[in-house]
């Protein structure tokens, strides 16, 4: 690690920048809400042009499924063997193209709110101490090759949760005497927004929202910790999203957000359901304790 050359500060900058802490808050670190929304976007077209490949696979299928189920006395049940086959075609259309496209989508975002991160930190320090920060960076590559892999993963999972609600619609659909186009409205729904497609998209969303606020609040941490700042104090978006908010949207939220904010926590010893960004689609942000840097100098 490496931090603000000591050598190359006099005692004066030294003695201005403990004085500018004394009386003065950092700017807000940022959240990197372009990154979000571009992950946003990239998901959602990935996803549109994968639905449509699943929609001709049931297309595919569908017909002669039904075909088998409305003869008096199917054999063997055998259009359950059809289902298997179809849903069986509907995993595999992930694999390749898709998961190749979801590791490039994640590198890109990666770097995006890399980027940003650091530039808040940047930012951040300067806003109180006016020295300019340099810091050596080896967990970058690990944090950001976890991130990939932890988006693959997820996304994988949404595409097999897809398929086992697709073969589940299929089934209870057949017990109930539902006709083709019934099944089909059921799970593409509208374009990609109704349906099994609709709440396939929506996971998706949140997927992009959770995963970018978990990156960005794990490279606070480190960046912070960089520097030897071990403690920072707890800000929230102050707004009726705010977990805990008690006139916002989710006022009993437990553990509430709201009532942390201000209030000093050390990176050494997470709350309950960890530093900000770490809670599902959290929004907070760890304000440095940056008397921490200036002591260290």
């Known amino acids: 690690q490496a931090i603000v050359n000591r050598r ?122 006016g020295l300019n920060v340099a810091v050596t960076e080896m967990w970058k590559s690990g944090a950001v090759s976890a991130f990939i892999e932890r988006n693959v993963s997820l996304i994988t999972k949404v595409n097999d949760d897809m398929a086992s609600k697709i073969e589940t619609t299929v089934y209870n659909a057949i017990s109930t005497g539902k006709k083709i186009a019934t099944i089909k409205k059921e799970i593409v729904g509208t374009g990609i927004d109704k349906g099994v497609f609709g709440s396939t998209k929506k996971r998706a969303l949140v997927i992009a929202r959770d995963q970018v606020g978990k ?3 794990e490279m606070v941490m480190k960046r912070q910790n960089s520097i030897g700042i071990k403690s920072y104090f707890w800000r929230t978006s102050v707004d009726e999203r705010v977990r805990g908010n008690p006139t916002g949207r989710f006022p009993n939220a437990e553990p509430s957000h709201y009532s942390r904010e201000g209030k000093k926590f050390y990176w050494d010893r997470p709350p309950e359901d960890g530093h900000p960004g770490t809670a599902i689609m959290c929004r907070c942000y760890a304000e440095p304790n940056i008397k921490e840097f200036i002591d260290n100098l």
């Not at 996803?47 to 696979?57: P, Q, R």
């Not at 995993?91 to 590791?103: E, I, S, W």
Request: overall charge positive.
């Open 8 to 129: 190359l500060l006099s005692e004066e900058l030294i003695k201005k920048a403990k004085e500018r802490v004394a009386r003065k808050r950092p700017v807000a670190w940022l959240f990197p809400s372009s990154a979000e929304r571009e992950y946003e976007l990239a998901l959602v077209q990935l996803f549109e042009k994968w639905f449509k490949e699943v929609e001709a696979i049931i297309d595919l299928y569908l017909p002669g499924i039904m075909s088998e189920v409305e003869r008096m006395n199917p054999k063997n049940d055998s259009f359950t063997d059809n289902v298997k086959s179809m849903i069986s075609s509907i995993k595999g259309v992930q694999f390749g193209y898709y998961l190749n496209a979801v590791k490039m989508i994640s590198a890109d975002v990666a770097k995006k709110v890399d980027l940003w991160n650091k530039k808040q930190f940047e930012r951040v320090i300067h806003s109180v101490t």
């Open 215 to 217: 990156l960005n609040g």
